[in-house]
């Protein structure tokens, strides 16, 4: 059964850190790259970061360059990608999702909610 799993989200203060994890199994995920993508209410979906199979590349949203860096731990059976979120700003609460591949054509995880309020 494919699976990506998110979790570590939750209510944090401005300035506060925060770090995601997506378990993909299922799949052979680490022959993908893996992403993720956040939506705020009322507004679209959008692509946040993306890392490539080999750990090498990775890409950022011009939003979240210099506060978030993606990361991945390929073992056997599961896929471990981790999005680390420094600096929070409130602009940055949504629902964050994990996929694979990134261009979202893929495989969806079915999100963590991240709120950063004071």
């Known amino acids: 059964q494919v699976q990506l799993v998110e979790s570590g989200g939750g209510l944090v203060q401005p300035g506060d850190s925060l770090t995601l994890s997506c378990a993909a199994s299922?799949?052979?995920?680490?022959?993908?790259?893996i992403g993720w993508f956040r939506q705020a209410p009322g507004k679209e979906r959008e692509g946040v970061s993306c890392i490539d199979e080999s750990n090498s590349s990775t890409w950022y949203a011009d939003s979240v360059k210099g506060r978030f860096a993606v990361s991945r731990v390929n073992a056997k059976n599961t896929v471990t990608v981790y999005l680390q979120m420094k600096n929070l700003k409130p602009e940055d609460t949504a629902v964050y999702y994990c996929?694979?591949?990134?261009?979202?054509?893929?495989?969806w995880g079915v999100g963590t909610q991240v709120t950063v309020s004071s």
């Open positions: 996929t694979s591949p990134c261009s979202g054509l893929g495989y």
């Open positions: 299922g799949f052979a995920f680490e022959h993908l790259n």
